[in-house]
């Protein structure tokens, strides 16, 4: 792994989220699923894991049933033909998830999500979706999780939004649009990835009988129009962080790491922000739904230097704060500010929650990368 390069693949996110939802825009990478899905079942570790998380909670609100295990454990659901299996592998060689989606070929439908296609974890599978996230040449996922979440939200709409809903967010409305990051000069090197339609891809729209019934209507997410906010969003960090990284460095700079709170909506930010501090500058660094933090974690906040990033947005942040406030610990929200924290670091957009959960980690990412630098 290299810092440098790590911080190049942090600097190339906008120019990628374009090429991602420019390839979207040209059809559905989903579209060769098979009707009469009824389970879906993310395989995956690691980041990889924490995307599907979020992924599997908002097919379950949305009527579907859908779990993220994993890719370790020794059993799981059955393989059955209406079982969707969604291997998930940024460098297609996961060992965990190779083991797993084995149990799956040949009985279950099969969609492998990688950055590398061509990958073991593509041998067998009846779909292969590519992350289009250009080669991360710092060796640590960054853009790849981020893609991840994108596609995964791509896939949501797949399964479940009915055609004639109508799209959700700002740009889907009369009279609005979205300054275009997919004009000229978004495409550079390390970020253009194979195209998502082709020969093998395309195919019959998915129809699922009992999951999208009469009390499942799910408005249709622009998912493109998504990923070019959540583009001016990470444009906007990455050009402003002369005015926010230093001091934001400063207040979680103690000698007890760093502790990292989302909603469990958002859970995937806390637990990849907390990840690219031990991979990058071996900090020690952990996660923690911020409601769950009243019962679990709170009891650090009497005995250590307790330094945290909380993304606000959970009806928890509150309690949470209560004992923050009390014990005199050290808050950095991001994404929206609370009482009593030390600072904060907002960005555009970030009244959103999708652009929240596609952009937020850049903040530990850019402070992860500036500690591995310095050694």
């Known amino acids: 792994m290299n810092p440098e390069l790590y911080l190049a693949d942090l600097e190339a996110k906008p120019a990628a989220l374009a090429a991602l939802a420019s390839a979207l825009e040209t059809g559905d990478p989903f579209d060769g699923i098979p009707a009469g899905i009824r389970r879906v079942v993310f395989l995956g570790m690691g980041s990889s894991r924490y995307a599907a998380r979020v992924a599997a909670l908002r097919l379950r609100a949305a009527g579907v049933d859908a779990v993220a295990e994993y890719a370790s454990a020794t059993a799981s659901y059955p393989a059955t033909p209406d079982t969707l299996v969604v291997a ?11 083991d797993a989606v084995a149990r799956y070929r040949g009985r279950s439908f099969v969609l492998a999500l990688t950055n ?9 599978a ?6 289009v996230a250009g080669e991360e040449r710092g060796g640590v996922s960054c853009r790849t999780f981020q893609h991840t979440i994108g596609l995964l939200l791509a896939l949501q709409n797949h399964l479940t939004a009915t ?7 700002p740009e889907s409305l009369p009279g609005t649009s979205v300054p275009g990051l997919d004009g000229p000069g978004v495409n550079g090197p390390g970020v253009n990835g194979p195209r998502l339609n082709g020969p093998g891809v395309n195919g019959p729209r998915l129809d699922v009988p009992d999951v999208n019934g009469p009390d499942v209507n799910v408005p249709r997410l ?7 906010r959540t583009a001016e969003a990470t444009a906007d960090l ?3 962080r002369g005015e926010w990284l230093e001091p934001a460095m400063s207040l979680l700079d103690g000698p007890n790491g760093v502790y990292t709170i989302a909603p469990a909506e958002r859970l995937s930010s806390a637990e990849q922000s907390a990840l690219m501090f031990r991979e990058g500058p071996r900090r020690a660094a952990d996660a923690c739904e911020t409601g769950d933090w009243s019962h679990v974690d709170v009891y650090l906040t ?11 947005g959970s009806p928890y942040d509150d309690q949470a704060m209560d004992w923050i406030r009390e014990r005199g610990s050290a808050v950095l929200t991001v994404g929206g500010e609370l009482p009593d924290a030390k600072g904060s670091v907002r960005y555009r957009h970030d009244d959103d929650p999708d652009v ?16 591995w630098l310095a050694g």
């Open 88 to 98: 998930i592998s940024a460098t297609g060689g996961s060992r965990e998830t190779l």
């Open 116 to 124: 590398r296609p061509g990958s073991a974890i593509t041998e067998g």
């Open 126 to 131: 009846d779909l292969v979706v590519p992350m």
């Open 163 to 169: 055609t004639s809903g109508p799209l959700h967010g």
């Open 222 to 228: 622009n998912v493109p129009g998504l990923l070019r």
């Open 238 to 240: 990455l050009d402003r």
């Open 302 to 312: 009497k005995t250590l230097d307790y330094r945290a990033i909380l993304f606000p």
């Open 356 to 371: 929240a959960l596609l952009t937020e980690t850049l903040v530990a990412e850019l402070i992860a990368a500036r500690w």
